[in-house]
């Protein structure tokens, strides 16, 4: 059975830090390519980042370019997002996905992942 379980949201101030992460079990971590989404109350899911299946290719909206930062670590089967400079517009429940590293899927559509875990919630306070 396929599992992602995500790990570290909490309340944090803006301009603070956070890292999640994700822990993956059930698959071939190597051959899939992972990525995090988020969730606010009232809104669509909508992506943050994403990175390749070795880690050579990693993927940002604008707004998290600069601030946010996705790794990988295939020998422990973990996928982390780094969070700095949080403004209170990244509160949300930040979701880990995973699909397999098919060229020919999107990296920022939430239809191309196959693998969802069940969310974990950040607050940030102004």
């Known amino acids: 059975q396929v599992q992602l379980v995500e790990s570290g949201g909490r309340l944090a101030q803006a301009g603070g830090s956070l890292r999640l992460s994700c822990a993956v079990s059930?698959?071939?971590?190597?051959?899939?390519?992972m990525g995090w989404f988020r969730q606010a109350p009232g809104k669509e899911r909508e992506f943050v980042a994403a990175?390749?299946?070795?880690?050579?290719?990693?993927y940002y909206t604008d707004s998290m370019k600069g601030r946010f930062t996705i790794s990988r670590d295939n020998a422990k089967n973990t996928v982390a997002l780094q969070m700095n400079s949080l403004k209170p517009e990244d509160t949300a429940v930040y979701y880990c996905?995973?699909?397999?590293?098919?060229?020919?899927?999107?990296?920022?559509?939430?239809?191309?992942?196959?693998?969802w875990g069940q969310g974990t919630q950040v607050t940030v306070s102004s």
């Open positions: 059930g698959l071939t971590f190597s051959s899939y390519v």
């Open positions: 990175i390749t299946w070795n880690g050579g290719v990693r």
């Open positions: 996905a995973s699909r397999p590293r098919t060229r020919s899927a999107s990296y920022d559509s939430t239809a191309s992942y196959e693998y």
